[in-house]
């Protein structure tokens, strides 16, 4: 999970070190949220509050309120986003890679070696793979691609709002 939560967070807060102490408390947070199922974002709470509040003062005194509800809305939208990537993209991408393991795991003389002689043909042990290497791997992208229609990842999708 932390892999993946490296990469995913790595699109809001760019890279940092893998004893930086947000990252480490980011990933206390998405373990314990991945333990609690149905977890919306943290502040969906807060503009009913807002609302109701608005709600009471006077129609000539609703500039200021206006002004605050709006950008408390925007970051609230910010936030929910943010919190789906986070969570759609870290939950799904490991349990994904978790499932791609089982089944390789299983099937070892079948697809893992397979797999394992493509990849050490066209990348070699002396590189880093790239994007372009998936045009000459076949078989791997086709049990990427197989293992994903094959298994989903999450059995009643992310809660939205």
Known sequence: ??????????????????????????????????????TGPLFQFIPPAVRRLHARLSFTRNGLLNTAMMELEEFSNLVG????????????TTAAMQMHMVNFASNQNKIQDRVQKEIDEVIGQERWPTWEDRKSM?????CVWEMDRWSTTSVLGAARE
Do not use: C, Q
Request: hydrophobic share 45%; no cysteine; glycine share 8%.
């Open 1 to 38: 999970m932390s892999a993946v939560l490296n990469n995913v967070a790595s699109f809001f807060y760019g890279s940092w070190a893998p004893d930086h102490p947000n990252r480490l408390k980011l990933l206390r947070i998405i373990k314990k949220l991945s333990e609690v199922f149905n």
């Open 81 to 92: 986003t943010i919190n789906g990537f986070l969570i759609g993209g870290t939950f799904t």
């Open 138 to 142: 076949p078989f791997t992208m086709a």
